[in-house]
Protein backbone atom coordinates (compact mmCIF):
# COMPACT_ATOMS: atom_id res chain seq x y z
CA UNK A 1 0.00 0.00 0.00
CA UNK A 2 2.91 2.44 0.76
CA UNK A 3 4.73 1.34 -2.17
CA UNK A 4 1.96 2.06 -3.88
CA UNK A 5 1.26 5.46 -2.76
CA UNK A 6 4.36 6.66 -3.00
CA UNK A 7 4.79 5.54 -6.80
CA UNK A 8 1.90 6.89 -7.35
CA UNK A 9 3.35 10.44 -5.60
CA UNK A 10 6.62 9.95 -7.86
CA UNK A 11 4.29 9.38 -11.26
CA UNK A 12 2.94 12.77 -10.69
CA UNK A 13 5.25 14.57 -9.56
CA UNK A 14 7.00 13.23 -13.29
CA UNK A 15 3.76 13.98 -15.53
CA UNK A 16 2.03 17.13 -13.83
CA UNK A 17 4.87 19.32 -15.20
CA UNK A 18 4.62 17.78 -18.14
CA UNK A 19 0.69 17.99 -18.52
CA UNK A 20 0.71 21.22 -17.57
CA UNK A 21 2.78 22.15 -20.34
CA UNK A 22 0.85 20.26 -23.33
CA UNK A 23 -2.06 22.06 -21.97
CA UNK A 24 -0.87 25.42 -21.74
CA UNK A 25 0.68 25.33 -24.99
CA UNK A 26 -3.12 25.04 -26.48
CA UNK A 27 -4.46 27.98 -24.54
CA UNK A 28 -4.22 31.92 -25.65
CA UNK A 29 -1.90 34.50 -23.92
CA UNK A 30 -5.22 35.81 -22.26
CA UNK A 31 -6.33 32.04 -20.70
CA UNK A 32 -2.38 31.37 -19.58
CA UNK A 33 -2.31 34.15 -17.29
CA UNK A 34 -6.04 34.68 -16.14
CA UNK A 35 -6.46 30.88 -15.80
CA UNK A 36 -3.14 29.01 -16.02
CA UNK A 37 -4.21 25.98 -13.99
CA UNK A 38 -7.34 26.02 -16.16
CA UNK A 39 -8.45 23.99 -19.14
CA UNK A 40 -8.76 25.82 -22.77
CA UNK A 41 -12.41 26.79 -24.08
CA UNK A 42 -10.72 26.59 -27.52
CA UNK A 43 -7.65 24.28 -28.45
CA UNK A 44 -5.11 27.02 -30.08
CA UNK A 45 -3.45 24.51 -32.35
CA UNK A 46 -2.07 28.00 -33.99
CA UNK A 47 0.29 27.73 -31.62
CA UNK A 48 2.68 24.88 -32.89
CA UNK A 49 1.82 26.50 -36.25
CA UNK A 50 3.54 29.39 -35.19
CA UNK A 51 6.72 27.93 -32.94
CA UNK A 52 7.21 25.65 -35.97
CA UNK A 53 7.46 28.60 -38.47
CA UNK A 54 9.54 31.31 -35.92
CA UNK A 55 12.12 28.91 -35.08
CA UNK A 56 12.58 27.06 -38.34
CA UNK A 57 12.20 23.61 -36.80
CA UNK A 58 13.03 21.98 -40.53
CA UNK A 59 16.30 23.48 -40.39
CA UNK A 60 17.23 23.01 -36.58
CA UNK A 61 15.08 19.16 -36.47
CA UNK A 62 17.53 18.47 -39.46
CA UNK A 63 21.03 19.94 -37.60
CA UNK A 64 19.92 17.39 -34.49
CA UNK A 65 19.26 14.38 -36.62
CA UNK A 66 22.49 14.88 -38.00
CA UNK A 67 24.20 16.02 -34.93
CA UNK A 68 22.49 13.06 -32.74
CA UNK A 69 22.48 10.28 -35.51
CA UNK A 70 26.11 10.10 -36.07
CA UNK A 71 27.61 10.87 -32.40
CA UNK A 72 24.95 7.55 -31.24
CA UNK A 73 26.18 5.71 -33.94
CA UNK A 74 30.44 5.92 -33.85
CA UNK A 75 29.53 6.40 -29.52
CA UNK A 76 28.10 2.64 -30.05
CA UNK A 77 30.81 1.26 -32.70
CA UNK A 78 33.44 2.10 -30.20
CA UNK A 79 32.27 1.57 -26.87
CA UNK A 80 31.11 -2.27 -28.18
CA UNK A 81 34.68 -2.58 -29.93
CA UNK A 82 36.43 -1.57 -26.26
CA UNK A 83 34.00 -2.77 -23.90
CA UNK A 84 34.53 -6.44 -26.04
CA UNK A 85 38.05 -5.90 -26.38
CA UNK A 86 38.42 -5.57 -22.48
CA UNK A 87 36.35 -8.55 -21.48
CA UNK A 88 37.37 -10.85 -24.03
CA UNK A 89 41.55 -10.78 -23.32
CA UNK A 90 42.66 -10.29 -19.74
CA UNK A 91 44.77 -8.42 -19.87
CA UNK A 92 46.69 -5.80 -17.23
CA UNK A 93 46.33 -3.37 -19.94
CA UNK A 94 42.80 -3.85 -21.02
CA UNK A 95 41.72 -2.80 -17.39
CA UNK A 96 43.81 0.08 -17.48
CA UNK A 97 42.83 1.27 -20.56
CA UNK A 98 38.94 0.35 -18.79
CA UNK A 99 39.77 3.02 -16.00
CA UNK A 100 41.18 5.33 -17.82
CA UNK A 101 38.24 5.42 -19.60
CA UNK A 102 35.83 5.32 -16.86
CA UNK A 103 37.83 8.12 -15.18
CA UNK A 104 35.67 10.35 -17.97
CA UNK A 105 32.75 9.74 -15.41
CA UNK A 106 34.03 11.94 -12.92
CA UNK A 107 35.08 14.76 -14.65
CA UNK A 108 32.30 17.81 -14.55
CA UNK A 109 31.54 18.98 -18.00
CA UNK A 110 32.15 22.62 -16.44
CA UNK A 111 35.69 21.84 -15.47
CA UNK A 112 36.57 20.67 -19.35
CA UNK A 113 34.59 23.11 -21.42
CA UNK A 114 36.25 25.98 -21.94
CA UNK A 115 39.62 23.86 -23.53
CA UNK A 116 37.20 21.52 -24.92
CA UNK A 117 35.66 24.56 -27.20
CA UNK A 118 39.33 26.58 -27.78
CA UNK A 119 41.07 23.34 -28.86
CA UNK A 120 38.31 23.26 -31.73
CA UNK A 121 38.60 26.57 -32.62
CA UNK A 122 42.23 25.82 -32.91
CA UNK A 123 41.29 22.63 -35.30
CA UNK A 124 38.50 24.87 -36.97
CA UNK A 125 35.93 22.60 -35.95
CA UNK A 126 33.62 25.11 -33.78
CA UNK A 127 31.73 26.26 -36.62
CA UNK A 128 30.17 23.24 -38.29
CA UNK A 129 28.82 19.86 -36.73
CA UNK A 130 31.97 17.83 -37.02
CA UNK A 131 33.42 19.35 -33.58
CA UNK A 132 30.45 18.73 -31.83
CA UNK A 133 29.86 15.25 -32.55
CA UNK A 134 33.59 14.55 -31.94
CA UNK A 135 32.52 16.29 -28.58
CA UNK A 136 29.85 13.80 -27.97
CA UNK A 137 31.16 11.10 -28.92
CA UNK A 138 34.23 11.69 -26.36
CA UNK A 139 32.17 12.39 -23.63
CA UNK A 140 29.26 9.46 -24.42
CA UNK A 141 31.96 6.75 -23.98
CA UNK A 142 32.52 6.15 -20.58
CA UNK A 143 29.14 5.51 -19.72
CA UNK A 144 28.51 3.59 -22.98
CA UNK A 145 31.53 1.01 -21.76
CA UNK A 146 30.55 1.04 -18.46
CA UNK A 147 26.97 -0.25 -19.14
CA UNK A 148 28.61 -2.83 -22.33
CA UNK A 149 31.40 -4.42 -20.97
CA UNK A 150 29.37 -5.86 -17.49
CA UNK A 151 27.22 -7.57 -20.22
CA UNK A 152 29.77 -8.71 -22.16
CA UNK A 153 31.76 -10.00 -19.32
CA UNK A 154 28.72 -12.25 -18.44
CA UNK A 155 28.81 -13.70 -22.21
CA UNK A 156 30.26 -17.04 -21.31
CA UNK A 157 33.99 -18.02 -23.12
CA UNK A 158 32.94 -21.19 -23.79
CA UNK A 159 31.04 -19.75 -26.71
CA UNK A 160 33.74 -18.07 -27.64
CA UNK A 161 35.79 -21.53 -27.37
CA UNK A 162 33.36 -23.31 -29.67
CA UNK A 163 33.16 -20.87 -32.42
CA UNK A 164 36.70 -20.66 -32.61
CA UNK A 165 36.93 -24.30 -32.98
CA UNK A 166 34.88 -23.94 -35.99
CA UNK A 167 37.08 -21.40 -37.63
CA UNK A 168 35.74 -18.11 -36.48
CA UNK A 169 38.19 -15.16 -36.38
CA UNK A 170 37.72 -12.50 -34.08
CA UNK A 171 35.41 -10.05 -36.01
CA UNK A 172 33.04 -13.05 -36.43
CA UNK A 173 33.26 -13.60 -32.54
CA UNK A 174 32.40 -9.98 -32.09
CA UNK A 175 29.63 -9.48 -34.80
CA UNK A 176 27.79 -13.08 -34.74
CA UNK A 177 28.06 -14.16 -31.09
CA UNK A 178 28.77 -10.24 -28.91
CA UNK A 179 26.75 -8.34 -30.93
CA UNK A 180 23.67 -10.21 -31.01
CA UNK A 181 23.62 -11.54 -27.19
CA UNK A 182 24.50 -8.00 -26.40
CA UNK A 183 21.20 -6.17 -27.47
CA UNK A 184 19.98 -5.10 -24.62
CA UNK A 185 22.61 -3.28 -23.14
CA UNK A 186 23.42 -1.93 -26.49
CA UNK A 187 19.40 -0.60 -26.89
CA UNK A 188 19.82 1.24 -23.75
CA UNK A 189 22.81 2.82 -24.43
CA UNK A 190 21.09 3.89 -27.38
CA UNK A 191 18.07 5.22 -25.51
CA UNK A 192 20.39 7.27 -22.89
CA UNK A 193 22.97 8.70 -25.01
CA UNK A 194 20.34 9.72 -27.81
CA UNK A 195 17.97 11.42 -24.96
CA UNK A 196 21.72 13.32 -23.52
CA UNK A 197 22.96 14.36 -27.02
CA UNK A 198 19.28 15.74 -28.27
CA UNK A 199 18.43 17.65 -25.08
CA UNK A 200 22.23 18.69 -24.59
CA UNK A 201 22.57 22.56 -24.28
CA UNK A 202 26.12 23.98 -22.42
CA UNK A 203 28.25 22.50 -25.47
CA UNK A 204 25.95 23.30 -28.36
CA UNK A 205 25.41 26.63 -26.95
CA UNK A 206 28.98 27.33 -27.07
CA UNK A 207 30.48 25.10 -29.39
CA UNK A 208 28.26 26.49 -32.68
CA UNK A 209 28.34 29.80 -33.71
CA UNK A 210 26.67 29.34 -37.15
CA UNK A 211 23.21 29.82 -36.66
CA UNK A 212 22.01 27.38 -39.57
CA UNK A 213 24.04 24.86 -37.52
CA UNK A 214 22.53 25.20 -34.43
CA UNK A 215 20.41 22.14 -32.66
CA UNK A 216 16.87 22.06 -31.58
CA UNK A 217 17.38 23.15 -28.15
CA UNK A 218 19.54 26.18 -28.91
CA UNK A 219 17.68 27.05 -31.63
CA UNK A 220 14.18 26.56 -29.14
CA UNK A 221 16.31 28.44 -26.57
CA UNK A 222 17.31 31.64 -29.09
CA UNK A 223 13.23 31.91 -29.75
CA UNK A 224 12.07 31.89 -26.59
CA UNK A 225 14.51 34.29 -25.42
CA UNK A 226 14.50 36.59 -28.46
CA UNK A 227 11.06 37.17 -30.12
CA UNK A 228 8.83 34.77 -28.76
CA UNK A 229 10.26 36.47 -25.00
CA UNK A 230 6.79 37.29 -23.94
CA UNK A 231 4.71 34.48 -26.08
CA UNK A 232 4.42 31.67 -23.34
CA UNK A 233 2.19 30.08 -25.21
CA UNK A 234 3.85 29.82 -28.36
CA UNK A 235 7.54 28.66 -26.52
CA UNK A 236 5.08 25.92 -24.79
CA UNK A 237 4.45 24.53 -27.67
CA UNK A 238 7.65 24.80 -29.12
CA UNK A 239 8.91 23.05 -26.34
CA UNK A 240 6.36 20.15 -26.99
CA UNK A 241 7.61 19.93 -30.20
CA UNK A 242 11.56 19.57 -28.99
CA UNK A 243 9.88 16.62 -26.16
CA UNK A 244 8.36 14.07 -29.31
CA UNK A 245 11.30 12.46 -30.73
CA UNK A 246 12.36 11.44 -26.90
CA UNK A 247 8.79 10.21 -26.08
CA UNK A 248 8.96 8.40 -29.57
CA UNK A 249 12.32 7.17 -29.19
CA UNK A 250 11.75 5.74 -25.33
CA UNK A 251 8.27 4.17 -26.27
CA UNK A 252 10.07 2.35 -28.86
CA UNK A 253 12.91 1.35 -26.75
CA UNK A 254 11.67 1.05 -22.95
CA UNK A 255 11.60 -2.98 -22.93
CA UNK A 256 15.18 -3.25 -23.61
CA UNK A 257 15.81 0.01 -21.05
CA UNK A 258 15.96 -1.86 -17.32
CA UNK A 259 16.57 -5.11 -18.84
CA UNK A 260 19.85 -3.95 -20.31
CA UNK A 261 20.65 -2.01 -17.61
CA UNK A 262 20.03 -4.58 -14.71
CA UNK A 263 21.75 -7.08 -16.73
CA UNK A 264 24.85 -5.54 -17.50
CA UNK A 265 25.18 -3.98 -13.38
CA UNK A 266 24.71 -7.42 -12.09
CA UNK A 267 27.02 -9.72 -15.00
CA UNK A 268 29.45 -6.73 -14.57
Excluded at 61 to 86: C, E, Q
Excluded at 88 to 110: M, N, W
Amino acid sequence: MFLGLFLLLVFLICMVPMLWMLVSSLKTRRELLTNPWGMPKTLQWGNYVKAWEKADFPMLIRNSVVITGFSVLFMLILASMIAFAVTRYHLASGRAVLAYILVGQTISLGMIIFPVVMLLRKMHLASGHAGLILTYIAGGLPFAVFVMQGFFAGIPHELYESAEIDGANEWILFSKIALPLAKPSIAAVMLFQFMWVWNEFVLAFTVIRDKANRTIIVGLYSVVNGVLATDYVTAFAGTVIVCLPIIAIYLLFQRYLIQGLMTGAVKG
